[in-house]
């Protein structure tokens, strides 16, 4: 199921995802190795090219639009707490590959935050409801926490203490929050469809 109506060139969808993952890989992987080093394993970057994989996918993939969709609380958070900071202060000091990676964060939290704010406001309420899963929910939360334990330098290593927490304590706040809005959505769709006494749909 997808979250697009039929006049929506889905092609395209796939084309620019397709586009921004190879980009992305290219970007972190070779162009930025050595200036990004250890941040190379920021969760953030993973959350970015599962989003991406979901557009490739046409978000039609439910683990991967579930993982864009849950960790985007998170990714605003960062934006804000990470990003603001980082074009204020350390891109005026940057002498060498500004351009790249300014582009490279600029594809990193954004994207997912500003689809998030579209699905929030527009998808239908039937496509939320089919993301939330115990098998989905449980793959996309192995997908998002795994990188964050295994590559992770800011958890495993330590590194720009306390950053680590923050991202353990953002991806709690963005799984329970979502959790709530989700159950929200559903108790509402099942009192409307109750109160209709059209039960037998659900």
């Known amino acids: 199921m997808s979250i697009w109506d039929s006049s929506f060139n889905t092609l395209w969808l796939s084309l620019c995802g ?20 250890n941040k190379r394993g920021h969760t953030s970057r993973f959350i970015s090219l599962f989003f991406f994989i979901a557009m490739l996918l046409n978000f039609e993939n439910n683990v991967f639009t579930l993982i864009s969709v849950v960790g985007a609380p998170a990714m605003l958070m960062a934006f804000f707490a990470f990003d603001v900071p980082y074009y204020i202060k350390d891109v005026p000091q940057i ?4 351009f790249w990676l300014i582009i490279e964060r600029l594809t990193m939290h954004p994207p997912a935050v500003f689809f998030a704010v579209y699905f929030y406001a527009y998808a239908r309420l039937d496509f939320y409801l089919t993301l939330f899963t115990i098998p989905k929910f449980c ?6 926490i795994g ?15 306390p950053r680590g927490p923050a991202c353990i304590i953002g991806a709690i706040l963005s799984i329970v929050g979502n959790l709530l809005f989700y159950f929200q959505k559903k108790m509402a769709n099942i009192d409307i469809i109750t109160e209709l006494g059209i039960e037998g749909l659900l």
């Open 95 to 98: 002498k060498e590959k500004k």
């Open 147 to 161: 990188p964050l334990f295994l590559f992770d330098p800011r958890v495993i290593k330590r590194e720009d203490w």
């Open 18 to 37: 397709a586009f921004f993952v190879i980009f992305r890989i290219w970007l972190t992987e070779v162009k930025l190795h050595k200036e990004l080093g």
């Open 139 to 144: 793959g996309a939360l192995i997908l998002v």
